[in-house]
C-alpha cells in the first residue's frame, strides 16, 4: 500500500475509525501506556484491520501527553518497524 495510513479503512476508505486494541504495553506512568502493533476497525463497514509499525500513547483520562509519555513515543517510533497494514475478515484473519 503506497500511503499507507491506519486511519483510513482499507476495506471502504472510510475515515470513521479508530483504534480497538494495542499490542506490547509499556506502563509510562500511572495514567499512560504505550502500546503498539494495534487492530483497528471501522464504524461505517465493520471492517477490521491491523496496523504493525503503529506506535501510540494511550491514556486513562485523556488530555494532552506528558513530557514523559512523549519522550517514550519518540524513542519509540524511531525504533518502530515500517509501518504495514493488514486488512482482516470478519472473523480477524488475515485477507
Sequence with gaps: MANA???TCPHCGSLNTGVTFG?????????????????????DCDGQW?????????????GPPSEEAQKALAEAVASAEELRIEP???EGNPI
Design 23 to 43: 499490542f506490547n504495553p509499556q506502563r509510562i506512568n500511572d495514567e499512560e501506556t504505550l502500546v503498539s502493533d494495534t487492530l483497528f476497525a471501522c464504524t
Design 5 to 7: 495510513t491506519p486511519n
Design 88 to 90: 482482516l475478515d470478519q
Design 50 to 62: 491491523a496496523a504493525f509499525g503503529f506506535v501510540m500513547i494511550a491514556q486513562r483520562n485523556g
